[in-house]
């Protein structure tokens, strides 16, 4: 039973940091394509980073703020957030797939996690 659990969300004030992440258990981890989602209230679920064994790719939106890094060894996907902004408001999702090309599409990813709240002030 594959299992992803978000971790590290919280409130910060605008120009703050954080680092999210997920745990994954129950699949070979190296072997999955990773991604971050998040979902503001009232909108679609929107990607935000994938990462792949040798690669990674990012939304505009968070290019040069966000990084996303994995550690295959621990099963931990990580998403560190920089110069956080209240428009980063969402819950974030980390997804996995076993498809290749970091998807930038939910439907391309079969397990998702529970969600973590970022809240971002001003």
């Known amino acids: 039973q594959v299992q992803l659990v978000e971790s590290g969300g919280g409130l910060v004030q605008a120009g703050g940091s954080l680092r999210l992440s997920c745990a994954a258990s129950?699949?070979?981890?190296?072997?999955?394509?990773m991604g971050w989602f998040r979902q503001a209230p009232g909108k679609e679920r929107e990607f935000v980073a994938a990462?792949?064994?040798?690669?990674?790719n990012y939304a505009d939106s968070v290019k040069g703020r966000f990084t996303i890094s994995r550690d295959n060894a621990k099963n931990l996907l990580y998403l560190q957030m920089n110069s956080l902004k209240p428009d980063d408001t969402a819950v974030y999702y980390c997804?996995?797939?076993?498809?290749?090309?970091?998807?930038?599409?939910?439907?391309?990813?079969?397990?998702w996690g529970q969600g973590t709240q970022v809240t971002v002030s001003s």
């Open positions: 997804a996995a797939t076993p498809a290749q090309g970091m998807a930038v599409i939910p439907d391309r990813y079969d397990y």
């Open positions: 129950g699949l070979t981890f190296s072997r999955y394509d």
């Open positions: 990462i792949s064994r040798s690669g990674h």
